[in-house]
């Protein structure tokens, strides 16, 4: 990898009673929160390990970047997230770096902490190829957790409903529309209900200890799961 790669996640700071509200209940709106606090601390530190990648912290609200400074390195870049919607906003981001010169730009999502490192690697290394033009991480529940581009493409978030069963499906055929090369890596989860957070606890309960130390902390600490 060339070090004119970006790796971002779209965060934003966690708030009580607007912070994974699907998950209230099993936590209270301050569970959640904190919970939410730990999903992003674990995806810095996935970020920090794949080797040669630019590492970015797009952050909301505006003022938030001191809370953020103190979650992760000098390596991390950060910057406040720009746009009206998360589609506005995923195309901001990654016309941005792009921009600035860096070859290819890949964005992804701050709650799936258990993800497995080599989706990262591969995610790059597909999107080196000469004849792809999009990587996407397909997620369970009809998103993604990761899309990359080494060029911009407005057309690819635009009068798409975010955060809805249709997401991929959706880009996938705006893709085709445009005429760009997909290249689609494994399918993985992030954790929105209290389903995915079952599905969480039983990842966790059989890997090492390392995997997402600050989840697995929260949930065995603060809410008794193991």
């Not at 992760?72 to 195309?91: K, T």
């Not at 809805?164 to 529309?177: G, H, I």
Request: with cysteine; glycine share 6%; hydrophobic share 40%.
């Amino acid at each position: 990898m060339s070090a004119e790669q970006a790796l971002i996640t779209v965060v934003k700071r966690p708030r009580a009673g607007a912070t994974k509200t699907r998950l209230c209940p099993p936590f209270s709106p301050q569970e959640a929160a904190a919970f939410y606090h730990c999903l992003m601390r674990d995806t810095m530190a996935l970020m920090a390990r794949v080797p040669a990648v630019k590492p970015v912290v797009a952050y909301t609200p505006a003022d938030a970047q001191d809370y953020f400074r103190h979650l992760v390195s000098s390596s991390f870049e950060l910057m406040p997230q720009r746009g009206r919607d998360l589609g506005e906003r995923l195309d901001n981001v990654l016309t941005d770096w792009l921009h600035k010169g860096y070859g290819l730009a890949v964005v992804m999502d701050s709650d799936s902490p258990t993800l497995p490192i080599a989706y990262l690697r591969q995610a790059f290394r597909r999107l080196e190829d000469p004849d792809m033009d999009v990587v996407l991480g397909p997620c369970d529940d009809g998103g993604y957790y990761l899309i990359g581009l080494k060029a911009p493409c407005p057309a690819l978030f635009q009068g798409i409903a975010m955060s809805t069963p249709s997401v991929m499906a959706e880009t996938l055929e705006r893709a085709q529309e445009q005429g760009l090369r997909v290249a689609c890596l494994p399918p993985w989860y992030d954790v929105d209900t209290s389903d995915d957070v079952r599905r969480l606890i039983a990842e966790l309960d059989s890997q090492p200890d390392h995997l997402a130390q600050h989840t697995k902390t929260f949930l065995s600490t603060t809410m008794g799961y193991f």
